[in-house]
């Protein structure tokens, strides 16, 4: 059984750059599709980036130019860096893991077996 934990969160201000990392266990990331998943309360959420077990990564359109996804495999964490930092990128933000790659193919749509808890994301103007 798979498990995940985003590291915190935080208050940043717009124009301001924050990096999550996610630990996984139970699994390698170095065979695993993982994800960045975002979703405001109330709101549909959406696929920010994935980056399949071979390091082929994937972000949509909204986040292209200042999020980044990446993975250290040998410490069994992802990462999402975000720079310039916009208002409506306040979220709760997961982290996802699956052993089928068509978790990674399939963003911005979101099909993920693993889930971590959430980390807030506020970004303040």
């Known amino acids: 059984q798979g498990h995940l934990e985003e590291s915190a969160g935080g208050l940043v201000q717009a124009g301001g750059s924050l990096r999550l990392s996610c630990t996984g266990s139970?699994?390698?990331?170095?065979?695993?599709?993982m994800g960045w998943f975002r979703q405001v309360p109330g709101k549909d959420g959406e696929g920010v980036a994935t980056?399949?077990?071979?390091?082929?990564?994937k972000t949509v359109g909204s986040v292209k130019g200042r999020f980044t996804i990446s993975k250290d495999n040998a410490k069994n964490t992802l990462y999402l860096e975000m720079n310039n930092l916009k208002a409506e990128d306040s979220a709760m933000y997961y982290c996802?893991?699956?052993?089928?790659?068509?978790?990674?193919?399939?963003?911005?749509?979101?099909?993920?077996?693993?889930w971590g808890p959430g980390t807030l994301v506020f970004v303040s103007n």
């Open positions: 996802t893991a699956d052993s089928w790659a068509g978790s990674c193919f399939n963003l911005p749509r979101v099909d993920f077996k693993y």
């Open positions: 139970g699994f390698s990331t170095s065979t695993y599709c």
């Open positions: 980056i399949y077990a071979y390091g082929t990564v």
